[in-house]
């Protein structure tokens, strides 16, 4: 009964590699997202989607597309791997309306060491 | 990018004392505020929202805000161990969907 997961929880792999990383939530929330987490911990919003639009993009590099094939999954692809895209990447989702306006509730995370 | 300013820490209290953790932010069109805990290895948790100036208490937590100020802060009474983490406090911006993180203050709890 997670209410946010996201799959593989590890992901190691060599520069220049495509992955994804994959991520559903149960909750009946409109908006997904994906940050990422650097080594220092600090967490940046990377995109969200809003019934299969997407409404923010904050500056990432091309290399990283969201994909978001219903409301309940926003998967992240990943070109041309490099070693600064290592970091934690997390996915959330939120129900924007009413009194919980905007509180996002995260999924547990995928730990991207790019070698 | 907006600024949210916390004090990295690392905070130290004795069990039984109250945190005091505190959070600026830059952008005076913020509506929403919320504190997460993130424990070593795991993903944050939402713990406090608070939406109006002034107090708002949920057990041992109690979120204040002052927009005029742009402070906002969290207070934890009679701190247990098990409150040692990291403390993230996060605004909106212009957008609704828009949050911006601090870089988060590590508190440690000690017996």
């Known amino acids: 009964d997670t209410a946010v997961s996201q799959t593989p929880k590890y992901l190691v792999t060599q520069m220049g590699n495509d992955k994804s990383i994959k991520c559903e939530q149960n909750?009946?929330?409109?908006?997904m997202y994906w940050y990422k987490q650097d080594s220092k911990k600090f967490l940046k919003i990377m995109f969200s989607?809003?019934?299969?639009?997407?409404?923010i993009n904050e500056t990432v590099p091309n290399r990283f597309s969201p994909k978001s094939p219903d409301k309940a999954h926003l998967n992240l692809h990943i070109n041309s791997l490099e070693l600064g895209d290592s970091a934690v990447y997390f996915c959330?989702?939120?129900?924007?309306?009413?009194?919980?306006?905007?509180?996002?509730?995260f999924g547990p995370g995928t730990r991207l060491t790019v070698l | 990018q907006k600024e949210v300013e916390q004090n990295s820490g690392p905070l130290s209290v004795p069990e039984g004392a109250i945190a005091s953790l505190n959070c600026t932010y830059s952008?005076?069109?913020?509506?929403?505020f919320f504190w997460y805990r993130q424990y070593s290895g795991k993903s944050p948790e939402l713990i406090m929202s608070?939406?109006?100036?002034g107090d708002k208490e949920d057990g041992r937590f109690t979120a204040q805000l002052n927009k005029a100020s742009q402070y906002v802060s969290l207070l934890i009474r009679d701190s247990q161990p098990s409150d040692s983490a990291t403390y993230l406090c996060?605004?909106?911006?212009?957008?609704?969907?828009?949050?911006?993180f601090g870089t988060g203050t590590r508190l440690t709890v000690i017996p």
């Open positions: 952008d005076r069109v913020s509506q929403s």
């Open positions: 608070i939406y109006s100036n």
């Open positions: 909750l009946g929330h409109d908006t």
């Open positions: 959330a989702s939120s129900q924007d309306s009413g009194a919980s306006y905007n509180e996002q509730f």
């Open positions: 996060a605004v909106t911006g212009t957008g609704a969907n828009n949050l911006f």
């Open positions: 989607y809003n019934n299969k639009e997407l409404i």
